[in-house]
């Protein structure tokens, strides 16, 4: 009888465990990749990039852990990213090389596999907002140009004077080809306590890039992936390669077909795949199961990562 009963303890213990991981939840977050080394930053820049990845990471700690959604979640820390000029989308985002701003971004729900992507737009606050519109309010997955504006402003999504996006230090970088730092880009994903995995990504784009340049960002595969059975997945870098190389499914794919875990399969892309043919950048992910990943072949990836069992950081060099 003894004995039964504490099989039965044994077994009750093993399900409420089981039941508590399934409703874990997890969100990593980046502010893009490149050339960081703690030497060219000030203490007090520092500080400022880790305040402001640390408040966004709460917007999304918040949603998740009121049982929100993280295609929630990652929008609203995209929106947050977007909204500060420290980094490349959105408010601060870099020039082309005629001295506009063409923003890109991507939205993911891991769930249903729907997305939705704008591209080479210069007039939206927001451009993560506008793709997620993409996906939920039109049968497309990707609008450009005028017609992304158009369509966005329809939807309701705040539209802004080209002006908006003006910031002197983006604006000295370009003319004085100083910054030998042409990248930057802001990313989330995020497991809600229902299981869903979602991806965000938005970015200007690269200082200096062709106007009508698209980048990996926006482009789902490359730059941008959910998939609730594998993972999410955002990436940061020089995107002409991770679109040749489909980077972020690639990742999906491994854990698909080849049964690696996140972290092998980032891995194997990161810093074999790519470094193989100097393609340099870093991706944040998520699995199903809430592991998390940051990996870059770069010195540096501004990036922040929370879970519901209370582990956090915050970091920016390798
Ligand atoms: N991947 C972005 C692009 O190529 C830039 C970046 O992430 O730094 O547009």
Same mark, same amino acid.
């Given at each position: 009888?003894?004995?039964?009963?504490?099989?039965?303890? !044994? *077994?009750?213990? &093993?399900?409420?465990?089981? #039941?508590?991981? @399934?409703?874990?939840? $997890?969100?990593?977050? %980046?502010? /893009?990749?490149?050339?960081?080394?703690?030497?060219?930053?000030?203490?007090?820049?520092?500080?400022?990039?880790?305040?402001?990845?640390?408040?966004?990471?709460?917007?999304?700690?918040?949603?998740?852990?009121?049982?929100?959604?993280?295609?929630?979640a990652?929008?609203? !820390? *995209?929106?947050? &990213?977007?909204?500060?000029? #420290?980094?490349? @989308?959105?408010?601060? $985002?870099?020039?082309? %090389?005629? /001295?506009?701003?063409?923003?890109?971004?991507?939205?993911?729900?891991?769930?249903?596999?729907?997305?939705?992507?704008?591209?080479?737009?210069?007039?939206?606050?927001?451009?993560?907002?506008?793709?997620?519109?993409?996906?939920?309010?039109?049968?497309?997955?990707?609008? !450009?140009?005028?017609?992304?504006?158009?369509?966005?402003r329809?939807?309701?999504?705040?539209i802004?004077?080209?002006?908006?996006?003006?910031?002197?230090?983006?604006?000295?970088?370009?003319?004085?080809?100083?910054?030998?730092?042409?990248?930057?880009?802001?990313?989330?994903?995020?497991?809600?306590?229902?299981?869903?995995?979602?991806?965000?990504?938005?970015?200007?784009?690269?200082?200096?890039?062709?106007?009508?340049?698209?980048?990996?960002?926006?482009?789902?595969?490359?730059?941008?992936?959910?998939?609730?059975?594998?993972?999410?997945?955002?990436?940061?870098?020089?995107?002409?390669?991770?679109?040749?190389?489909?980077v972020?499914?690639?990742?999906?794919?491994?854990m698909?077909?080849?049964?690696?875990?996140?972290?092998?399969a980032?891995?194997?892309?990161?810093?074999?795949?790519?470094?193989?043919?100097?393609?340099?950048?870093?991706?944040?992910?998520?699995?199903?199961?809430?592991?998390?990943?940051?990996?870059?072949?770069?010195?540096?990836?501004?990036?922040?990562?929370?879970?519901?069992?209370?582990?956090?950081?915050?970091?920016?060099?390798?």
């Amino acid at each position: 009888m003894g004995c039964v009963r504490y099989l039965l303890t !044994v *077994v009750a213990l &093993l399900c409420i465990n089981s #039941l508590l991981q @399934a409703q874990q939840w $997890a969100i990593v977050l %980046h502010g /893009g990749a490149g050339n960081m080394k703690k030497e060219y930053f000030r203490q007090e820049q520092i500080d400022e990039y880790e305040k402001a990845l640390s408040a966004a990471l709460e917007v999304g700690a918040k949603i998740l852990t009121e049982g929100g959604s993280s295609l929630n979640a990652v929008e609203h !820390v *995209v929106r947050y &990213l977007e909204d500060c000029p #420290l980094f490349n @989308a959105g408010k601060g $985002a870099v020039f082309t %090389h005629d /001295g506009k701003n063409e923003l890109d971004a991507a939205i993911m729900d891991g769930r249903t596999l729907a997305a939705g992507a704008i591209a080479c737009v210069g007039d939206i606050k927001n451009p993560i907002t506008a793709a997620r519109m993409v996906m939920q309010k039109s049968v497309h997955v990707m609008m !450009v140009g005028k017609g992304a504006s158009d369509f966005a402003r329809a939807q309701g999504v705040e539209i802004v004077d080209s002006s908006y996006f003006f910031t002197q230090s983006r604006w000295d970088d370009l003319q004085k080809y100083l910054s030998k730092e042409k990248m930057g880009t802001v990313g989330c994903v995020a497991r809600d306590i229902h299981g869903n995995l979602a991806a965000a990504t938005s970015t200007g784009g690269m200082t200096d890039k062709r106007y009508n340049r698209v980048g990996d960002a926006p482009i789902i595969g490359a730059g941008t992936y959910a998939n609730n059975a594998t993972c999410a997945v955002s990436a940061t870098g020089h995107g002409e390669f991770f679109i040749r190389y489909t980077v972020a499914h690639d990742i999906s794919a491994l854990m698909e077909y080849k049964g690696l875990s996140l972290v092998d399969a980032a891995n194997l892309v990161i810093n074999s795949k790519l470094e193989k043919v100097d393609g340099r950048g870093g991706v944040i992910a998520v699995d199903k199961d809430g592991n998390i990943c940051m990996d870059m072949n770069t010195s540096g990836m501004f990036r922040a990562f929370k879970k519901s069992t209370g582990e956090s950081g915050v970091f920016i060099f390798r």
